[in-house]
């Protein structure tokens, strides 16, 4: 099976823009969950779908939004763009919403906002 | 809410000794603590996960084991090899969504 995909890999935006990310999980997996990697807090959880609902969320603000399609492919978006936004996002999807799932992640998305 | 600490940040070693990577949760209801590896610009891999109804799970040079009354999970790394580099990460998950540690960046110097 392909494994999970993200797009784009790279993006440079200015702060104020607003960018979405897209992800496509593993065929068959239903459940998407968005992560933030930073140097200085490292992986940090933003949120989670399931059958297009989002069923666990992080303490992110809320220009931090997320969606998911009836495909399970997910989107986040992120609008105000701020400096300290600046870091690898990751997504990771498994086969059930559920604590205790393994979770599979993507190769994720580097965003720098200048 | 749950908290995870990882010990060492940094470890190196010798080719062929062994490497131990200790992590302490706080959430007693935490039931589920896989350890993913990251090598320099790739994706986090799984490369080994235990439940809490397991005290020790092995995988060829890799293990890891579970004290659920001392709240403690280590990765240990037997072996090791040169291409065991990279940064890997604990996590811990029960009642809520999986809570990582900070990362060891373990060097295996040939």
């Not at chain 1, 399931?50 to 399609?69: A, D, H, L, M, V």
């Not at chain 1, 495909?71 to 400096?83: C, F, I, P």
Request: proline share 4%; hydrophobic share 30%.
């Amino acid at each position: 099976k392909a494994g999970v995909t993200q797009t784009p890999r790279y993006l440079i935006k200015t702060r104020g823009q607003q960018v979405t990310l897209s992800c496509s999980p593993i065929s068959g997996h239903r459940s998407v969950s968005w992560y933030q990697q930073t140097p200085g807090q490292g992986l940090q959880f933003l949120f989670e779908y399931f059958s297009e609902t989002q069923r666990n969320k992080g303490n992110f603000p809320g220009r931090f939004s997320g969606r998911q399609f009836s495909n399970s492919r997910s989107e986040m978006n992120v609008s105000t763009l701020e400096l300290g936004d600046s870091a690898l996002y990751l997504c990771a999807s498994s086969f059930l919403q559920g604590f205790g799932e393994t979770q599979y992640f993507g190769p994720g998305t580097r965003l720098l906002v200048l | 809410g749950e908290n995870v600490e990882q010990h060492p940040s940094t470890l190196s070693v010798q080719e062929g000794d062994s490497a131990v990577i200790k992590c302490t949760y706080s959430d007693s209801a935490s039931n589920y603590f896989p350890w993913y590896k990251q090598e320099l610009g790739k994706r986090p891999q799984l490369i080994i996960d235990i439940r809490s109804n397991v005290g020790e799970k092995k995988d060829q040079r890799i293990a890891v084991t579970l004290n659920k009354t001392a709240k403690h999970f280590s990765l240990h790394i037997t072996e090791t090899q040169p291409e065991d580099s990279a940064v890997y990460f604990c996590a811990a998950e029960g009642n809520t969504p999986l809570v990582f540690g900070k990362g060891t960046r373990l060097s295996v110097i040939a």
